[in-house]
C-alpha cells in the first residue's frame, strides 16, 4: 500500500473546523462529498457541538466512535496546531490542512508550518498542505476541496490524475478541462508542501490503477532526485506525464561563478530532466491537456515518429507537414504499394504523403475509410492524421463511416489514428470511444501528436536518476588552470603539453622543448579572468619572446593584482583550427550535476545553443547532447572545412561528466572554455573548476532558500 | 464604388446550372439563398427549363427578362465557355465560376481558364473563380456558395470579413470561426484566382463598412504590390489584417546564385512584407481566430504595448509575464500611486505587477472592480489583463460585476481590457457587448493580445509599396569583384583602397602604396567562388611576396579554370578586428528587391539570424532591420569589444538598397560578404552583383510558373 493511499481511499474521513454555512470554507468540503454521495463514513468536528449540514458535529475529532484515518483541517490558523495534535492522537494516518496563512505569510507562518510538519513526520502522519485547495477522488466522490469551482464545473470520472502545487493554477488546469470534457481519477493541490510534495504524488499516480495519463503542475522543486525518480516510475509503466513548470527562480544565479553555471537557468535544466524522466513539458494549459486528451483517448502513444497525413485540402496538408517537421515527426513519401493503392481506390487522390483526397475527400463512397485502409496497410505509418474538414457535423452522414472506422481499429491496434474535423458532439463521443481522438485545429492536433510521439520516444530512453558520490580520492589543489588541467588530464581529458615555469630560463626550455610558437599565461589561484589582467601571451616565436613574455606575464600580473599569489608561467603549444567547444559542469540546486555542452563562444552566449543533461554521461547520451546543438553541422565539416573528431569530444564529455560524478559534492562546476575540437583528437585549451565552498541549498514552495538536510554534508 | 461591389451587392443574380437537387452543387446555392431569405431578384438558368427548387427554371440566361448584375456558373467543364459568354452578351457585371477543372486540373483546364479570364476581361466583366468555393455576404443573405458546411454551421452576420485562396482552407477557418460565436461580414474563396485575387478582396474589404476585420488565407501570390497597397489600405482606416500563408514554393532557390537568395526563401520574405504593411502573420487558425474575436469584440487596438495583469494566482500570473515578453509587451512596475491606491484598496494583494490578488480574487466585495480601476487609473497600463480563475461560471454574483466594468469602459475607453476566467455564455456576452473580449486559456489571451498589439504598432509605422525604377544610369561591367565594388563605392558603399593590377610589378607597386600587409584575389569574370580555386592569398608583407602571390594567382587560376578570363589580380589592404556582416539584396519573385542584413558567417547560416526589408531603406527602417537580429549585441561592444561604428552600417544598408532600387530590373541579387564594421567606418571586403538575366517570373494558385507580363522587361 502506497503512503499516499489513506489520502485517496481513505475508510473514514473526519472534517475538523466543519461549517454549517456551505459556502465556507469549512462548509464546502461536507457539501461536496454529500453532494458526491461518497460513501465512507463523514465526521463533522466542530468545537460547538451541535448539527452541521445534518451530520451530528463532534466537538473533537477524539469524540468519535470510529475509527478515522483521514482527517481535514480547515480550522483557522490559531487552532490548527491543536487540531493536529488531536488528529495525531486520534490514529490518523493523513491530514490535509487547507487552512492558509503558514509559510506563505511571513516567517511566522513557516515556524508554525515546520512544527506542524515535524510533529507528524514523527508520529508517522502523512500531511498534505497546509495552505492547499484539498483533493479529490473522483471514483469514489471524496471531493475534499473547497474549490467553488465545483459548482461550475462537476469532476467527471476519467483517467487523467492531476497534481499541482497552486491551488489556483491547478484550479484553472482542472476547469479547462472539465469544460471541454475530460475527467479526472484523482486530484491532488499539495500547496505548502510540508510534507507531501507533487512528485510523491506522480509517483503515487504512477501505480495507480485508475490513472492512464498524469498532469502535473510545478512552481518549485525541493527534492530533485525525487522528482526524478517519481517521473521515471510513471514513464516506466507506460503511463505518459505532462508537467507545467511555472515560476521562475533567480537561484541558479547565485552560483553562477562561472560561465556554465549562468548558461544553466532553471529553465534549460529542467527541460533537460524532463525530456531524460521520460515526461513532456507543456508551455501553456491547453497544450497540456491537448496532450491529455490525446493519450487518454488513444490508450496508446504512437508507436514510432512516422505520419500519414490524409487532407481534402492542400493547404491544410502543408499546415500539418509545417508542424510536424518542427515537431520531430517524419514524413516518409507513400510506399510504391501505397500509391498503386491509392491510384486503385481513390483514382481522384493525389498519391503522396500527404495524401490529398481533393474536395471529394467526404462526398466520395466510402472515401474516408479507404484512405485510411492505404494509409495504414500499404502506408504503414506509425499515425495517420487524417483532416476531414466539416464531416463530423453531419451525423447521420458520418454513422455510416462508424463501422470501417472500427474495423480499421480492430486491424491495426498498434497504430494512432487521429481526426481533424469539426464534429457534432455525438459523433465526437463514438469516436473517442473506439480510441480515436477528434480536434477541430490541425495545428492544435499535430502538436498533441508530436508530443504523444517525443513521450514515447523518451519512455523508452529513460536516464536513471544518480547521485553524486564521493568514490574517487579527494581532490588536489585545483586553484589554477595548470591545477585544474593536471587534474582533468588525469581524469582522462585530453592536453596540450604544457610547462609551468617560474623563471624565464624555465620557460625558454620548455618552449625549446614543446616547439614554437607557444602561449604564455600566468598562474594563480587568484586571476580567474586572465585575459582581463593581460595575462595572456600568444603567438611566441623565439626563445627571446618567450623569455620576455614571461617577465611581461610576471610584472603585469603583480601590478593588476599585488596581492594575488603568483605561481609563474604556463608555457603551452599554440594551436588554432578546428572547432571551438565549451563543455561543461554545473551543480543545479534542484537536479545536481548537469554537464553541459555548447559550440562556439558568440552563438553559446546569442542564441543559447547549448544542451544540458545530467551527469554522469555515457557515449549515447554524449552523442545525443551534442546532437541538440544546432551548431553541430559545424563539427562535420562546415563550409569546406574538414570534419572534426566528434568522438574525441564524446569522450571528453563522458570523462569530464564521470570525474564530476566522482567527486560528490567537492563540484560547484567546471568549465572548459574552449575545448578546441580538431581534425584528430581535442584539447582542453583553459579549464576552470570551482569547488563548492557553501552547503547546498534548496527552495521550497515559496522561495524561502533553504539548506537542505539530506544534501548537506 | 469598388469594382468588386457587385460581387457582394448585386442588384439581381443568375445561377447558371441550377439543379433541382437541394444537395447538388447546383442546387445547394439556391436552397442556401432561399434559406437566408436574400431579398433581390434570383434568377434560375437550367438548359432543360421547367422548374427548379420552386423557381421557373429559365434555359438561357438571355432569356431572363430583367436586368442581371451578378451570375454564378456552375455548369460542367464543357459549358462554363458558352455559359459566360451568354452572361456577358446578357450584361452582367461579374460572374463567380464555382465549376472545377481549369487550371488545377491540368494545361487543357488552364488554357481554358486563360481563354475565359480573357474574355471576361475584354468585356471589362470581373470574373471569381474558377474553381471557387463562392462568396456570401452574411448581412444581406447572399449566401453565394455550394460548401455543404453552411447546414451544419449558419452562418452569424458580425464585422469580420474572409477571403481566402482555398476553398477547403477558408471553410476550416470558416466553421471554427462560426462554432465558436465569431459572426461575418462577408466572405470569398477566390479559387483558381483567374481574375480576382485575394489582394483585391482585401483591398474591398478595407473601403467596406460592414468590416471591421480582415482574414485572409494566401497559399501564393501573383502580385506582390497589389498585396503590399491591399494590407496598407486596410491598415490605414486601422483595420486589422490577420493572415496565414500556407503552402511553401521551391522558387526562391532558382534564383539562388547567391548567398542571400539562399537565405531569403519565401517565408522570411513573406514576414517582412507582412510586417511592413501592418498585417499580422498567424501560425495556425485558432490564432487567427483568436487575434480576431481580440479584436472585434474591443473594437480597438491597444494604444501601447504596456499591460497590467491582475491575477488570483502567481502562477498564472508568470505564465502571462512569461508570454508577455516572448511577444513584446512590456510589464512596468507598478507605479508608486498604484501601489498605494493598492494597499488601501485591497489589502490583501501584493502589489506589482502582476497584481495579485491571491485567492480573495473573487471573493472580496468589489475586488475585481477596484483592482481593475487601480491598473486602469493608477496604473495605467495601455492594457489590462485580469485573470479570474472561474468567476464567470457563477452568472448570478458576477452579475454584481457587470455595472462597474461598464464604468471602467466608459471612463477609460482607450484602454484594453481583457479577462480570463472560465465563464457562462450568458456572462461572457455580456462582456462582449460591453467590449471586453474573454478567454478561458491564459496563454492564448496573451498571444492575442501581443498580436493586436503588434498590429497597432504596425499599423504606426507602414511602409509604402515602391516600385523599382531604372531612374541610374545602366551598370556598367560588374562581373567580377573589381566592378561591382567599384559601382557600389560610386553609390556611396565604404570600399578600402584597392588596384586591379595586371603584372607582378604593378602588384607590388600597389602594395607599397598601400601598406603592408596586402591581400592579393584573382579578378576573374568567370570565376566566382574564389577561395574554391586558391585564388586568394592572405596576409602579404613584403613586395617579394606580393610579386610571388601575383604569379601563383594567375598560375592556379589557369590551371583551376582553363577558359576562365583572367582581369588580373586584385591588391587590398589586409584588415582585422570589427564585426563582419553579410549585406544584400535579394530579387523575390513576387514581392521584388528586399534588402537583407545578418552578422557573423556562421550565425547567419546556422541560426538563419538574418533580417529582410522592401528596398529602398530609409535610416530608421535600416536601424530597425539591423535591431531585429539577435546578434546586433555584438555590434554594441560584446565581451568587451569596443562598440563598432553601427551608423555606418546602417548608412550602407540604405545606400546598398537605394542603389539596387535605382537599378529597377537590372538587378537580381547583391552579397557583400563580408562588411567589416570597425570601430570607426565600415568597409565591403567583397562584393557580389548578379544581373537579372532571365524574365521575371511569378506562381500561381497552382504552382505553375509563368512570365508576369507586368513586370517582363
Given at each position: 500500500m502506497h503512503p499516499l493511499d489513506a489520502f485517496f481511499n481513505p475508510a473514514a474521513l473526519a472534517l475538523v473546523?466543519?461549517?454549517?454555512?456551505?459556502?465556507?470554507i469549512g462548509g464546502r468540503p461536507l457539501r461536496f462529498l454529500q453532494e458526491a454521495g461518497f460513501g465512507r463514513p463523514v465526521y463533522a468536528v466542530n468545537k460547538s457541538g451541535g448539527e452541521v449540514q445534518g451530520l451530528r458535529a463532534w466537538t473533537s475529532v477524539l469524540d468519535i466512535p470510529g475509527p478515522v484515518d483521514h482527517a481535514i483541517v480547515c480550522v483557522p490558523v490559531p487552532g490548527v496546531r491543536a487540531a493536529v495534535e488531536d488528529c495525531i492522537r486520534k490514529g490518523v494516518r493523513c491530514i490535509q490542512v487547507l487552512?492558509?496563512?503558514f509559510a506563505e505569510a511571513g516567517p511566522e507562518g513557516r515556524a508554525l508550518q515546520d512544527e506542524i510538519a515535524e510533529r507528524c513526520r514523527r508520529a508517522g502522519v502523512r500531511l498534505v498542505g497546509p495552505n492547499s485547495l484539498g483533493l479529490l477522488n473522483v471514483h469514489t466522490g471524496l471531493h475534499a476541496t473547497f474549490s467553488t469551482l465545483l459548482d461550475g464545473a462537476k469532476p467527471r470520472p476519467g483517467a487523467i490524475a492531476l497534481a499541482t502545487q497552486s491551488g489556483a493554477f491547478g484550479s484553472c488546469a482542472y476547469g479547462m478541462a472539465t469544460l471541454r470534457g475530460l475527467g479526472f481519477s484523482k486530484i491532488v493541490a499539495t500547496g505548502n508542501?510540508?510534507?507531501?510534495d507533487v512528485a510523491e504524488c506522480i509517483e503515487y499516480f504512477a501505480g495507480d490503477p485508475a490513472t492512464r495519463v498524469v498532469l502535473a503542475a510545478l512552481e518549485?522543486?525541493?527534492d530533485g532526485n525525487r522528482l526524478r525518480r517519481a517521473l521515471v516510475a510513471a514513464a516506466r509503466v507506460g503511463k505518459p506525464v505532462i508537467v507545467m513548470k511555472v515560476g521562475r527562480t533567480d537561484l541558479g544565479a547565485s552560483a553562477a561563478s562561472t560561465h556554465t553555471g549562468t548558461l544553466a537557468g532553471d529553465d534549460a535544466v529542467y527541460d533537460a530532466v524532463f525530456a531524460e524522466c521520460g515526461a513532456w513539458r507543456a508551455q501553456s494549459i491547453e497544450e497540456m491537456l491537448d496532450v491529455a486528451y490525446l493519450c487518454v483517448t488513444a490508450r496508446m502513444l504512437p508507436r514510432g515518429d512516422t505520419l500519414g497525413v490524409i487532407t481534402g485540402s492542400g493547404g491544410i496538408g502543408v499546415l500539418v507537414a509545417d508542424h510536424a517537421g518542427e515537431l520531430g515527426l517524419a514524413m516518409p513519401p507513400l510506399p510504391p504499394a501505397a500509391v498503386a493503392a491509392t491510384q486503385k481506390l481513390l483514382p481522384f487522390a493525389v498519391a503522396a504523403n500527404p495524401l490529398d483526397m481533393t474536395a471529394q475527400v467526404t462526398s466520395v463512397q466510402d472515401g474516408i475509410a479507404r484512405s485510411l485502409e492505404v494509409m495504414l496497410r500499404e502506408g504503414g505509418y506509425d499515425s495517420v492524421l487524417a483532416y476531414?474538414?466539416?464531416?463530423?457535423?453531419s451525423p447521420r452522414r458520418f454513422e455510416a463511416v462508424l463501422p470501417a472506422l472500427e474495423t480499421l481499429r480492430r486491424h491495426h491496434p498498434e497504430r494512432l489514428l487521429l481526426l481533424v474535423m469539426l464534429s457534432a458532439p455525438e459523433v465526437t463521443t463514438r469516436l473517442e470511444a473506439m480510441g480515436i481522438p477528434v480536434f477541430a485545429d490541425p495545428s492544435r492536433a499535430a502538436k498533441a501528436l508530436g508530443a504523444a510521439a517525443a513521450l514515447r520516444r523518451r519512455q523508452a530512453n529513460l536516464v536513471e536518476p544518480v547521485r553524486a558520490s564521493a568514490a574517487w580520492a579527494p581532490l588536489p589543489d585545483v586553484s589554477t588552470e595548470h591545477g585544474a588541467k593536471r587534474v582533468l588530464e588525469a581524469a582522462g581529458l585530453p592536453m596540450l603539453p604544457e610547462t609551468l615555469c617560474t623563471s624565464s630560463d624555465e620557460a625558454a626550455a620548455a618552449a625549446q622543448a614543446i616547439g614554437f610558437p607557444v602561449v604564455a599565461k600566468i598562474v594563480s589561484p587568484d586571476i580567474v579572468h586572465k585575459t582581463e589582467v593581460g595575462g595572456v601571451v600568444l603567438d611566441l616565436r623565439t626563445a627571446a619572446a618567450v623569455r620576455s613574455a614571461f617577465d611581461q606575464l610576471m610584472t603585469r600580473a603583480s601590478q593588476a593584482a599585488p596581492h594575488a599569489r603568483l605561481h609563474g608561467v604556463l608555457v603551452a603549444p599554440m594551436v588554432s583550427g578546428g572547432v571551438e567547444v565549451i563543455a561543461g559542469i554545473h551543480r543545479d540546486p534542484t537536479f545536481g550535476l548537469m554537464a553541459m555542452v555548447g559550440i562556439g563562444g558568440t552563438a553559446v552566449e546569442l542564441y543559447r545553443d547549448v544542451a544540458f543533461a545530467s551527469a554522469p554521461l555515457d557515449r549515447g547520451r554524449a552523442q545525443a547532447l551534442v546532437d541538440r546543438l544546432r551548431a553541430s553541422a559545424r563539427l562535420r565539416g562546415w563550409r569546406g572545412t574538414p570534419p572534426c573528431d566528434e568522438a574525441a569530444l564524446v569522450d571528453a564529455l563522458c570523462a569530464l561528466s564521470r570525474f564530476a560524478a566522482g567527486h560528490g559534492d567537492e563540484i560547484q562546476s567546471i568549465d572548459i572554455n574552449p575545448l578546441l575540437v580538431r581534425e584528430q583528437g581535442a584539447a582542453c585549451l583553459d579549464a576552470v573548476i570551482v569547488r563548492q565552498e557553501a552547503r547546498p541549498v534548496s527552495v521550497d514552495a515559496h522561495g524561502a532558500v533553504r539548506a537542505t538536510a539530506e544534501e548537506a554534508r
Open positions: 473546523g466543519a461549517s454549517s454555512d456551505p459556502e465556507r487552512t492558509a496563512g508542501e510540508a510534507d507531501v518549485s522543486c525541493r476531414l474538414a466539416h464531416a463530423g457535423l
